[in-house]
């Protein structure tokens, strides 16, 4: 079946999606919507310039791949009384957070894919879509993983104070570093770290603290668990002791947390609440010579704290991919610490795989809907 946009904008012969909105989630309404502001299309294709030359080609090539759902009618959402205002005619939903359960799907009797942006769809009760004949969707995020992938990098960097050893490999930059070289009497011993370099860290055996327990910091604990790390973790509603014991991570107060961290990593959303949350206390509860990691967002850590935090030398380092200023000043303290690695807010690259997360959930949700009415396909 042909479908095409009304030209005066009206588009009720097609489909409508109705998306839960956030700078993510937006590029749904640049791939599917023809109305799409101009504006709005330049800033996607030059957001993904990095790592895509030609973001028109991209589209083109996607869209010939999801017929039964380009072109649509997308509609952006922001509260669940939007949501619910723009559920009667809608075809497909696409949501993070907002709920999808009896009352919202006796709203939506069009409705024939439910599709979460994520992994963990504890917000869409299954029961009831199930009920009605509805598929639910998830998609394991390439960005999530990249983003673990990113945590582990800070990670390992500081246990092995990369920061501080990369390119001290000779006699005159370790000196340089404050590493006076002294051989050892190889006769005897070996000469490993010949610079001798204190404080390194082996991962194995360590405590890892998430701070939140969402999808990345699933995927963070698993590959800590890898690399043989106990792997504690704090999150408003506790787990239960069959999916713990499965994902091999112990529950912890927050107090208790930051008690028994040696590493501690940021994983909760931000928000109001949240804002200042680690602050100079929940520092000071860390082990001395703890490492603090935050890829989440950077106002969830108090920056005065963090700064004196690691003046006293109570923290051995920190590793931060997201900045109080992006770019950052150059007055920032904490550009001054050898201990301390910054990285411009890039855990999610590359950019493709924004956009191989998109084509993925478009994919699915296109061969969902060709399933239920394969004579419109």
């Given at each position: ?338 201990q301390v690695i910054l990285t411009p807010h890039l855990g999610g690259a590359s950019r ?26």
């Open positions: 079946m042909t479908r095409t946009a009304d030209p005066g904008g009206a588009a009720s012969a097609l489909p409508v999606v109705v998306v839960e909105e956030d700078r993510v989630l937006r590029l749904v309404q640049v791939i599917l919507d023809p109305t799409t502001p101009a504006e709005r299309v330049a800033a996607f294709a030059d957001y993904n310039s990095t790592d895509l030359a030609d973001f028109a080609a991209w589209l083109t090539a996607l869209r010939a791949r999801i017929p039964a759902l380009y072109p649509a009618q997308v509609r952006l959402v922001n509260s669940p009384a939007e949501f619910k205002a723009a559920l009667p005619q809608a075809e497909v939903a696409i949501v993070e957070s907002l709920a999808v359960g009896a009352d919202e799907l006796a709203l939506a009797p069009r409705l024939a894919v439910v599709q979460n942006f994520g992994l963990l769809a504890d917000n869409v009760d299954a029961t009831a879509c199930q009920q009605r004949g509805l598929p639910v969707l998830t998609l394991r995020r390439r960005t999530n993983i990249a983003m673990a992938e990113h945590t582990l990098l800070l990670l390992l960097a500081l246990a092995r104070r990369l920061p501080l050893i990369k390119g001290t490999v000779s006699a005159s930059r370790l000196a340089a570093a404050g590493f006076a070289h002294r051989p050892y009497d190889s006769r005897h011993t070996a000469s490993a770290n010949y610079g001798r370099i204190p404080d390194l860290r082996t991962l194995h055996g360590l405590s890892l603290g998430l701070l939140g327990f969402g999808e990345i910091a699933r995927e963070v604990a698993a590959r800590a668990r890898a690399f043989g790390m106990n792997v504690l973790y704090h999150k408003r509603s506790r787990l239960g002791a069959a999916e713990e014991a499965a994902l091999g991570v112990r529950y912890c107060a927050f107090d208790e947390l930051f008690e028994r961290a040696e590493f501690l990593s940021v994983h909760v959303p931000y928000s109001a609440a949240t804002r200042g949350l680690v602050d100079a206390s929940a520092l000071q509860r860390l082990p001395a010579g703890a490492y603090l990691i935050n890829t989440a967002r950077a106002d969830i850590v108090d920056h005065d704290a963090l700064v004196a935090a690691l003046q006293s030398g109570h923290l051995a380092g920190a590793g931060c991919d997201v900045l109080y200023g992006e770019p950052t000043p150059d007055t920032d303290p904490l550009l001054g610490f050898d493709m795989n924004g956009l191989q997360d998109a084509e993925a959930m478009l994919l699915q949700i296109d061969a969902a809907l060709r399933a239920t009415r394969p004579a419109q396909s």
